[in-house]
């Protein structure tokens, strides 16, 4: 029981010190601002991941995204490879010094996240329906400008902090 103890204690620490931290980005650049990201129309391509790495859907977004002052709002028409349609219409609020804030119809509470460099991070929990329930999902939201007009998204879906999926998503100005 002594070395399976330890072999626990050195893969918890191992996998706790290969995270990657908003500060890993601070000199990156260009230095990503949603403000001026998200504003237009945009078009995103993604698949969906399950636990183990295979996909299980294909997926394409149509983005119009506009801000007033501080205050920002994204619309977002998912079409998924089944036919399935949704829409998520985010509202969101420039704090200052890279701080951000957001709410969506099916987002439990408010959304936040912060940008360093040409990256963002972004976490809340999202209401997911499948097969007729309901279920509430933590999504750890990476986001890599790439350049003015594309950006690579990459999201880590848990639930009591096991990962239960993943998303990787493409965005470019239309």
């Known amino acids: ?17 290969s995270s990657q931290t908003l500060s890993d980005y601070r000199t990156t650049s260009p230095n990503l601002s949603l403000e001026a990201f998200f504003d237009g129309d945009l078009v995103a391509y993604g698949i969906v991941l399950d636990r183990s790495g295979t996909m299980i859907r294909r997926f394409e977004v149509d983005l ?16 998924f490879d089944d036919g399935e349609k949704t ?10 010094n890279g701080q951000y804030k957001g709410t969506a119809n099916d987002v439990v509470g408010t959304a936040s996240g912060q940008t360093s460099g040409s990256a963002l991070y ?11 329930t309901e279920y509430q999902i ?3 939201d990476w986001m890599y400008l790439i350049d003015e007009h594309r950006l690579f998204n ?19 100005k239309r």
């Open 138 to 140: 933590t999504l750890d």
């Open 1 to 17: 029981m002594t070395r399976f103890i330890r072999f626990f204690v050195i893969i918890v620490f191992l996998s706790g010190c």
């Open 87 to 96: 829409t998520r219409i985010w509202q969101l609020e420039a704090l200052g």
């Open 154 to 172: 990459k999201t880590e879906l848990t639930k009591f902090g096991f990962k239960v999926g993943e998303v990787i998503l493409y965005i470019e």
């Open 64 to 79: 119009k995204a506009s801000w007033k002052g501080n205050k920002g709002e994204i619309k977002e028409w998912f079409t």
């Open 122 to 132: 972004w976490r809340y929990d999202l209401l997911i329906p499948v097969d007729g």
